[in-house]
């Protein structure tokens, strides 16, 4: 069982990551990692701290000369902002004292950790609820997606919408009418989305997206979106209908429910396929070229709860950011009178980012799934398993039911 853990504050000295569970001899480079990261800190509408920060994950321990050796693997990204919080979030007891927070904004996770954890500041909380820890999922995650990459599974993303802009022309019409070109992937569907400063995949919709952005900027506002993660070349059979855990539809919707400020999964059709006839919903079942496929991809890729082989398609919705430079009110909680909300620096939209951290949840999700079926202590035994399985799988179905 694949697992990981991260570790550190917003503005603390960095982020950590500890990832274990996988095969010995995947060639995993830094390089590979910053890639990622850097994919996330892009998107028109960010922040002031995307201006100071520059993400680089330094890799501590669990390979040596580029490949995993099956321990741990320890990552740790630096705070480049923390020499100027060195006092505020200061492991031990300060000369001066600082400046104590007690005034929650709406939206964040402020009064709600301060009365869950009966802090006497907001600052502990902001703290380690803030997106930042995100940076050290995306580092963790891109070992799974360098994991799948050896057996032909790319995970891939685009933004949808943004502050309700969509596109004329929707391109999830082609994810579910399984009508994609042969040579489509996760990877080739990226390469269209990055080159977008919002991640679109229509000139237009940009223009218009940023046009929305740019008057939230002058409003002291923020923007949601939707996004769509597809993860393609999986093989049949991930996942199970037998135990809730088991289950891959509902383990990838936790694990983009678990990303801050999404309020909202779909698979395939999702909240669409409620308003259908079952006749419109349900992907007929053919055998072409001795594989099993289907005409339609309504189901996005997973029927009960197991995968089909199709690529697997997830969408997203991501709520407003939460800070506001026109702050909503609030109370103050040394005087439980009405204020202003307090401002925190903050991106006016991060719904470009959200996609990429979704893509490596996604990415986690499925490789542990994957090692949960075919195992292996070294990346030639998974391999050995995963063709064995592959080979013989139609094979296999053909000589039982000849049989019977």
């Avoid at 390469?191 to 740019?214: G, P």
């Avoid at 855990?245 to 429910?257: A, G, N, P, V, Y």
């Amino acid at each position: 069982m694949i697992n990981f853990v991260t570790s550190g504050e917003s503005h603390g000295k960095g982020l950590i990551a500890v990832v274990s569970g996988f095969p010995a001899n995947l060639k995993i480079t830094e390089s590979e990692i910053n890639e990622q990261l850097k994919r996330r800190q892009a998107g028109y509408g960010r922040g002031l701290r995307m201006k100071i920060e520059s993400d680089t994950a330094e890799i501590f321990s669990g390979i040596r000369f580029n490949k995993s050796i099956g321990s741990p693997i320890s990552m740790l990204i630096r705070n480049k902002d923390w020499e100027n919080w060195t006092e505020k979030m200061s492991v031990g007891i300060t000369k001066d004292p600082v400046e104590i927070i007690s005034i929650p904004r709406p939206g964040h996770a402020d009064l709600v950790g301060t009365l869950k954890y009966d802090y006497d500041d907001i600052r502990n909380s902001i703290e380690r609820s803030s997106a930042r820890e995100t940076a050290a999922r995306v580092a963790a995650c891109t070992v799974a997606r360098i994991f799948l990459r050896e057996f032909g599974i790319e995970i891939g993303s685009y933004v949808e919408s943004i502050g309700g802009i969509y596109p004329k022309n929707n391109f999830s019409g082609s994810l579910f009418t399984n009508s994609l070109p042969k040579f489509f992937s996760g990877f080739e569907l990226n390469k269209l989305s990055d080159a977008s400063s919002v991640r679109v995949l229509d000139k237009e919709q940009e223009k218009k997206v940023i046009n929305r952005i740019k008057l939230a900027k002058k409003r002291g506002d923020s923007l949601g979106g939707t996004f769509f993660v597809v993860a393609t070349g999986l093989p049949v059979g991930l996942g199970s209908f037998s135990e809730i855990d088991s289950r891959l539809d509902s383990e990838l919707s936790k694990s983009i429910m678990s990303i801050q400020a999404v309020k909202g999964v779909e698979i395939g059709l999702g909240f669409q396929a409620a308003n259908s006839f079952g006749s419109d919903v349900h992907d007929e079942i053919i055998f072409k070229k001795d594989k099993f496929t289907r005409r339609t991809n309504n189901a996005g890729g997973i029927e009960g709860s197991i995968s089909t082989g199709l690529p697997v398609i997830i969408r997203g919705a991501m709520k407003p950011i939460s800070t506001l430079m026109t702050p909503l009110n609030t109370v103050d909680l040394t005087t439980m009178k009405k204020v202003e909300s307090r401002r925190e620096r903050s991106d006016f939209v991060a719904v470009p980012a959200c996609a990429v951290i979704a893509e490596s949840m996604v990415a986690w999700t499925i490789a542990k799934f994957f090692l949960l079926k075919f195992g292996g202590d070294s990346l030639a035994e998974t391999k050995d398993n995963y063709n064995n399985y592959s080979q013989k799988l139609v094979g296999r179905v053909k000589a039982k039911f000849r049989k019977s």
